[in-house]
Protein backbone atom coordinates (compact mmCIF):
# COMPACT_ATOMS: atom_id res chain seq x y z
CA UNK A 1 0.00 0.00 0.00
CA UNK A 2 1.24 3.72 -1.22
CA UNK A 3 2.21 5.66 1.71
CA UNK A 4 -0.38 8.84 2.21
CA UNK A 5 3.07 11.31 2.98
CA UNK A 6 4.20 10.95 -0.69
CA UNK A 7 7.75 10.30 0.53
CA UNK A 8 8.49 7.48 -1.42
CA UNK A 9 11.68 7.50 -3.30
CA UNK A 10 13.17 10.65 -1.28
CA UNK A 11 15.80 11.26 1.02
CA UNK A 12 16.07 12.77 4.70
CA UNK A 13 18.51 13.30 7.09
CA UNK A 14 18.08 13.51 10.62
CA UNK A 15 20.24 14.54 13.83
CA UNK A 16 20.10 13.01 17.57
CA UNK A 17 18.53 10.00 15.49
CA UNK A 18 20.14 7.22 17.97
CA UNK A 19 17.11 7.46 20.30
CA UNK A 20 14.20 9.14 21.62
CA UNK A 21 12.35 11.61 19.30
CA UNK A 22 14.81 11.43 16.50
CA UNK A 23 14.87 7.60 16.13
CA UNK A 24 11.34 7.72 16.58
CA UNK A 25 11.64 10.47 13.63
CA UNK A 26 13.99 8.47 11.48
CA UNK A 27 11.66 5.15 11.94
CA UNK A 28 8.46 7.19 10.82
CA UNK A 29 10.20 8.39 7.99
CA UNK A 30 11.57 5.33 6.32
CA UNK A 31 8.02 3.73 6.90
CA UNK A 32 6.47 6.39 4.98
CA UNK A 33 8.55 5.53 2.37
CA UNK A 34 11.71 7.78 2.53
CA UNK A 35 15.35 6.50 3.19
CA UNK A 36 17.51 8.15 6.30
CA UNK A 37 20.66 9.60 6.76
CA UNK A 38 21.25 9.50 10.72
CA UNK A 39 23.87 11.23 13.01
CA UNK A 40 24.36 10.99 16.33
CA UNK A 41 27.77 11.11 18.70
CA UNK A 42 27.75 7.26 19.71
CA UNK A 43 28.98 5.18 16.93
CA UNK A 44 27.39 2.29 18.00
CA UNK A 45 24.05 3.52 18.17
CA UNK A 46 24.33 5.23 14.69
CA UNK A 47 25.71 1.84 13.02
CA UNK A 48 22.69 -0.10 15.20
CA UNK A 49 20.02 2.87 13.61
CA UNK A 50 20.95 2.61 10.08
CA UNK A 51 21.02 -1.16 9.63
CA UNK A 52 17.46 -1.20 11.52
CA UNK A 53 16.23 1.37 9.20
CA UNK A 54 18.05 0.49 6.21
CA UNK A 55 19.60 3.98 5.89
CA UNK A 56 23.23 4.95 6.46
CA UNK A 57 24.99 6.52 9.33
CA UNK A 58 27.19 8.64 10.34
CA UNK A 59 28.69 9.53 14.10
CA UNK A 60 30.02 12.56 15.29
CA UNK A 61 29.15 15.79 16.73
CA UNK A 62 26.67 18.52 15.34
CA UNK A 63 28.54 21.25 17.04
CA UNK A 64 31.07 20.51 14.43
CA UNK A 65 30.82 22.28 11.09
CA UNK A 66 32.99 19.46 9.43
CA UNK A 67 30.66 16.81 10.63
CA UNK A 68 27.92 18.30 9.17
CA UNK A 69 29.03 18.64 5.89
CA UNK A 70 30.69 15.00 5.61
CA UNK A 71 26.78 13.79 6.74
CA UNK A 72 25.58 15.33 3.99
CA UNK A 73 28.28 14.31 1.33
CA UNK A 74 27.65 10.82 2.35
CA UNK A 75 23.71 11.31 2.52
CA UNK A 76 24.15 12.74 -1.34
CA UNK A 77 26.98 10.03 -2.08
CA UNK A 78 24.86 7.16 -0.67
CA UNK A 79 21.27 8.23 -0.94
CA UNK A 80 21.49 10.59 -4.30
CA UNK A 81 19.69 13.20 -3.15
CA UNK A 82 18.18 15.13 0.01
CA UNK A 83 14.87 16.24 0.09
CA UNK A 84 14.70 16.51 4.01
CA UNK A 85 16.01 17.40 6.88
CA UNK A 86 15.39 17.29 10.60
CA UNK A 87 17.49 19.09 13.10
CA UNK A 88 16.38 17.04 16.33
CA UNK A 89 19.93 16.86 18.20
CA UNK A 90 19.77 19.10 21.00
CA UNK A 91 21.12 20.41 24.60
CA UNK A 92 19.34 20.96 27.88
CA UNK A 93 23.07 22.52 29.42
CA UNK A 94 23.80 24.77 31.34
CA UNK A 95 20.89 24.05 33.51
CA UNK A 96 19.98 26.28 36.38
CA UNK A 97 19.50 29.69 36.71
CA UNK A 98 21.26 31.97 34.28
CA UNK A 99 22.91 34.27 37.25
CA UNK A 100 25.21 30.91 37.10
CA UNK A 101 25.13 29.97 33.76
CA UNK A 102 29.31 29.29 32.33
CA UNK A 103 29.25 31.38 29.47
CA UNK A 104 31.17 28.19 27.72
CA UNK A 105 28.35 25.90 28.39
CA UNK A 106 25.53 28.53 27.36
CA UNK A 107 27.74 28.97 23.64
CA UNK A 108 27.58 25.27 23.50
CA UNK A 109 23.74 25.79 24.04
CA UNK A 110 23.43 27.77 20.96
CA UNK A 111 25.55 26.19 18.97
CA UNK A 112 24.40 22.99 19.01
CA UNK A 113 20.82 24.26 19.55
CA UNK A 114 20.94 27.10 16.64
CA UNK A 115 23.79 27.38 15.03
CA UNK A 116 23.95 23.51 14.13
CA UNK A 117 20.20 23.43 12.58
CA UNK A 118 21.48 26.57 10.27
CA UNK A 119 24.98 24.78 9.18
CA UNK A 120 23.05 21.87 8.49
CA UNK A 121 20.46 23.73 6.10
CA UNK A 122 22.62 25.90 4.39
CA UNK A 123 24.75 22.49 3.74
CA UNK A 124 21.68 20.64 2.19
CA UNK A 125 20.90 24.08 0.48
CA UNK A 126 24.24 24.49 -1.33
CA UNK A 127 24.12 20.66 -2.16
CA UNK A 128 20.75 20.00 -3.63
CA UNK A 129 17.82 21.87 -1.90
CA UNK A 130 18.72 24.84 -3.89
CA UNK A 131 18.08 23.27 -6.99
CA UNK A 132 15.30 20.80 -6.04
CA UNK A 133 13.90 21.94 -3.05
CA UNK A 134 13.13 20.18 -0.09
CA UNK A 135 11.58 20.33 3.41
CA UNK A 136 13.28 21.29 6.90
CA UNK A 137 11.18 20.57 10.20
CA UNK A 138 13.14 22.00 13.61
CA UNK A 139 12.40 20.10 16.49
CA UNK A 140 11.75 23.27 18.61
CA UNK A 141 10.18 23.21 22.83
CA UNK A 142 6.41 23.89 23.93
CA UNK A 143 9.01 25.70 26.20
CA UNK A 144 10.13 28.25 24.05
CA UNK A 145 6.67 30.41 24.34
CA UNK A 146 7.48 31.29 28.43
CA UNK A 147 10.05 30.80 31.08
CA UNK A 148 10.57 28.28 33.30
CA UNK A 149 12.56 27.50 36.55
CA UNK A 150 16.25 26.39 35.89
CA UNK A 151 15.81 25.50 31.63
CA UNK A 152 16.99 29.61 30.76
CA UNK A 153 19.48 28.19 28.45
CA UNK A 154 17.57 25.70 26.67
CA UNK A 155 14.61 27.45 26.69
CA UNK A 156 16.70 30.83 25.45
CA UNK A 157 18.40 28.92 22.65
CA UNK A 158 15.15 27.03 21.48
CA UNK A 159 12.89 30.55 20.83
CA UNK A 160 15.93 31.48 19.39
CA UNK A 161 15.67 28.25 17.04
CA UNK A 162 11.61 28.74 16.45
CA UNK A 163 13.01 32.43 14.97
CA UNK A 164 14.96 30.68 12.99
CA UNK A 165 12.76 28.80 11.08
CA UNK A 166 10.67 31.78 10.80
CA UNK A 167 13.43 33.46 9.17
CA UNK A 168 14.75 30.54 7.07
CA UNK A 169 10.89 30.34 5.80
CA UNK A 170 10.88 33.77 4.11
CA UNK A 171 14.24 33.38 2.70
CA UNK A 172 14.35 29.69 1.12
CA UNK A 173 10.43 29.71 -0.54
CA UNK A 174 9.25 29.01 -2.30
CA UNK A 175 12.23 26.52 -3.12
CA UNK A 176 12.41 24.75 0.64
CA UNK A 177 9.60 24.64 3.13
CA UNK A 178 10.74 25.21 7.15
CA UNK A 179 8.70 24.66 9.90
CA UNK A 180 9.06 23.59 13.18
CA UNK A 181 7.70 20.84 15.65
CA UNK A 182 7.16 22.28 19.68
CA UNK A 183 7.11 18.88 21.87
CA UNK A 184 5.51 19.30 25.22
CA UNK A 185 6.87 16.68 28.05
CA UNK A 186 7.59 13.83 26.02
CA UNK A 187 8.54 10.15 27.27
CA UNK A 188 12.35 10.38 26.43
CA UNK A 189 16.04 9.99 27.94
CA UNK A 190 16.91 13.95 27.48
CA UNK A 191 13.60 14.59 30.10
CA UNK A 192 13.59 11.52 32.62
CA UNK A 193 14.26 13.58 35.19
CA UNK A 194 11.28 15.62 34.77
CA UNK A 195 8.80 12.80 34.48
CA UNK A 196 10.41 9.54 36.13
CA UNK A 197 8.47 8.16 38.99
CA UNK A 198 5.53 10.93 38.38
CA UNK A 199 4.74 10.09 34.65
CA UNK A 200 0.85 9.18 35.72
CA UNK A 201 0.88 12.60 37.89
CA UNK A 202 2.03 14.88 35.65
CA UNK A 203 -0.15 13.37 32.82
CA UNK A 204 -3.57 13.45 35.00
CA UNK A 205 -2.86 17.28 34.86
CA UNK A 206 -2.92 17.05 30.98
CA UNK A 207 -6.09 17.51 29.24
CA UNK A 208 -5.29 14.50 26.84
CA UNK A 209 -4.46 12.36 29.98
CA UNK A 210 -0.73 11.35 29.40
CA UNK A 211 2.71 12.82 28.68
CA UNK A 212 3.56 12.71 25.03
CA UNK A 213 5.65 9.62 23.53
CA UNK A 214 8.45 9.79 20.81
CA UNK A 215 5.78 8.57 17.87
CA UNK A 216 3.37 11.59 18.76
CA UNK A 217 6.36 13.97 17.46
CA UNK A 218 7.35 11.68 14.92
CA UNK A 219 4.09 11.62 13.28
CA UNK A 220 3.78 15.34 13.43
CA UNK A 221 7.49 15.73 12.10
CA UNK A 222 6.75 13.19 9.10
CA UNK A 223 3.26 15.10 8.08
CA UNK A 224 5.05 18.66 8.13
CA UNK A 225 7.76 16.67 5.46
CA UNK A 226 5.62 15.37 3.36
CA UNK A 227 3.51 16.72 0.22
CA UNK A 228 0.63 16.71 2.24
CA UNK A 229 1.84 19.79 3.93
CA UNK A 230 2.63 21.55 0.83
CA UNK A 231 1.08 24.37 1.35
CA UNK A 232 2.41 25.15 5.17
CA UNK A 233 6.23 27.04 5.27
CA UNK A 234 7.17 29.18 8.29
CA UNK A 235 4.47 27.25 11.11
CA UNK A 236 5.15 26.03 14.51
CA UNK A 237 3.06 23.00 15.12
CA UNK A 238 2.41 22.28 18.85
CA UNK A 239 2.19 18.70 19.65
CA UNK A 240 1.69 18.70 23.49
CA UNK A 241 -1.33 16.92 25.14
CA UNK A 242 -3.09 20.45 25.40
CA UNK A 243 -0.40 21.64 28.14
CA UNK A 244 -1.41 25.82 27.04
CA UNK A 245 -4.81 24.74 27.34
CA UNK A 246 -4.68 23.09 30.97
CA UNK A 247 -6.07 25.95 32.70
CA UNK A 248 -9.46 25.25 31.58
CA UNK A 249 -9.26 21.54 32.34
CA UNK A 250 -10.94 20.78 35.26
CA UNK A 251 -8.05 17.82 36.60
CA UNK A 252 -5.44 20.95 36.40
CA UNK A 253 -3.49 21.52 39.61
CA UNK A 254 -0.83 23.92 38.86
CA UNK A 255 2.34 23.55 37.08
CA UNK A 256 3.81 20.19 37.85
CA UNK A 257 6.20 20.18 35.66
CA UNK A 258 7.75 23.56 37.22
CA UNK A 259 7.87 21.53 40.16
CA UNK A 260 9.61 19.09 39.03
CA UNK A 261 11.88 21.44 37.04
CA UNK A 262 12.36 23.08 40.43
CA UNK A 263 13.72 20.22 42.47
CA UNK A 264 15.12 17.87 40.27
CA UNK A 265 17.99 18.18 37.44
CA UNK A 266 19.02 16.22 34.61
CA UNK A 267 22.09 14.09 36.07
CA UNK A 268 19.96 14.06 39.94
CA UNK A 269 18.52 10.57 39.19
CA UNK A 270 17.40 8.01 41.90
Not at 2 to 26: D, H, N, W
Not at 197 to 212: K, N, T, V, Y
Request: contains cysteine.
Amino acid sequence: MTSPYGLEGRAAIVTGASRGIGLAVAAALTEAGARVCVTARDPDEVARTAQRLGGVGLAGSVADPAHLWELTQLALRELGRIDVVVNNAATNQPYGPLMDADPDRWREAFTINVEAPLRLVQCAWRAWMSEHGGAVVNVCTEGAGHVGPQVGAYGTSKAALLHLTQQLAGELAPKVRVNSVSPGLVRTEMARFVWEHSEDELGAGLPLGRIGRPEDIARAVTWLASDAAEWITGADLLVDGGTRVRAAHAAARGHAVHERLRTRAPDDRP
